[in-house]
Nanobody, 115 residues
C-alpha cells in the first residue's frame, strides 16, 4: 500500500497561515492530478484543491482566494498554501495522487484553527 509523504499542518490562530507539502510517487508532470482533501469527524472527505498535469487548478468555493495549490516539478512536490485561515478550516488534510486507474493517499495531517 503506497502512502504519500505529507508534511506541515498544526495549530494556528484564525487569520494565520499554514503550508502543507506532499511528495509525489513519480514525475509530477506525468501524474493525472494531485490534490488536497479534508475531512472532519462525521462528514465525508471533501476536495479542497486540485491541480492537473497541465497545471489547471480548481478549488472548493469556501477556500477560493485564501488557499493556493502549487507544484514543484523539480522536487516532485505539491504544496497547499493556506492563508486567512478560519476555524471552519479545521480538519484532517489528505494529499491525493490521481493516476488513470489508481489513486494514492497520504496519511493525513491535522490542521487546527483556533478562534
Amino acid at each position: 500500500q503506497v502512502e504519500l509523504p505529507q508534511f506541515g499542518g498544526g495549530l494556528v490562530q484564525a487569520g494565520g497561515s499554514l503550508r502543507l507539502s506532499c511528495a509525489a510517487t513519480g514525475s509530477i508532470g506525468t501524474i493525472k492530478a494531485m490534490g488536497w482533501y479534508r475531512q472532519v469527524p462525521g462528514k465525508q472527505r471533501e476536495l479542497v484543491a486540485r491541480i492537473t498535469s497541465d497545471g489547471s487548478t480548481n478549488y472548493t468555493d469556501s477556500v477560493k482566494g485564501r488557499f493556493t495549490i502549487s507544484r514543484d516539478n523539480a522536487k516532485n512536490t505539491v504544496d497547499l498554501q493556506m492563508n486567512s485561515l478560519k476555524p471552519e478550516d479545521t480538519a484532517v488534510y489528505y494529499c491525493n495522487e490521481e493516476w488513470w486507474g489508481r489513486t494514492y493517499w497520504g496519511k493525513g495531517t491535522l490542521v487546527t484553527v483556533s478562534s
